[in-house]
Structure formats: structure tokens, C-alpha cells
């Protein structure tokens, strides 16, 4: 499974990116062309592709470093979400 990362542009300019976690290319654009269909005219959603992984920096050095130098500590946003998962299991 590789993540797929969706942009979602608003009518008023805001922007969004949404990473979901797919099977194929062919269930990522099934899932871009049904959401094009409920989103309206004031909504655009444009898959922009399919990646082994998504990271997310806190700042520029931790960027740099993931950029340059590979790994660096951060999480990807896989790891963040099948945390809060497991985290959600653990509770009574």
C-alpha cells in the first residue's frame, strides 16, 4: 500500500492536502472521481500521486535533514496515524 495525497482547493484560496493510505493508483483515482463528483463547483480535488511515504517537518532543519541527509527523526504520517490507532485500542 503506498499513501495517496489529494489537494483540496477551497473557492476562498485555502488549500488542503489529505493522505489516505491506498491499495492501487486505480483505487486512488475511483476515490479522486467520486469526491470530484460530491465536492460541488466551489471545491476542486486533484489527486497529485502515490508515495511510499509522507513526512512532515516541524522546521527547516528537520526538513534539511530529511531532504539531504534521508531519515532524521521524524515520523511519517503513517506512523502518526497507526499510533493514534493503537492508542484508541488500548483504551477501555
Given at each position: 500500500?503506498?499513501?495517496?495525497?489529494?489537494?483540496?482547493?477551497?473557492?476562498?484560496?485555502?488549500a488542503r492536502l489529505v493522505c489516505v493510505?491506498?491499495?492501487?493508483?486505480q483505487a486512488a483515482c475511483r476515490l479522486e472521481a467520486?469526491?470530484?463528483e460530491q465536492a460541488g463547483p466551489t471545491r476542486e480535488i486533484r489527486l497529485l500521486g502515490r508515495f511510499d511515504a509522507v513526512h512532515a517537518a516541524?522546521?527547516?532543519?528537520?526538513a534539511e535533514a530529511?531532504?539531504?541527509?534521508?531519515?532524521?527523526?521524524?515520523?511519517?504520517?503513517q506512523d502518526v496515524v497507526d499510533?493514534?490507532?493503537?492508542?484508541?485500542?488500548r483504551r477501555p
Open positions: 500500500m503506498k499513501t495517496a495525497v489529494f489537494q483540496v482547493n477551497e473557492a476562498d484560496g485555502m493510505r491506498l491499495p492501487s493508483l467520486q469526491l470530484q516541524l522546521g527547516e532543519n528537520e530529511l531532504i539531504l541527509g534521508g531519515h532524521g527523526e521524524a515520523l511519517t504520517l499510533r493514534v490507532l493503537l492508542l484508541r485500542t
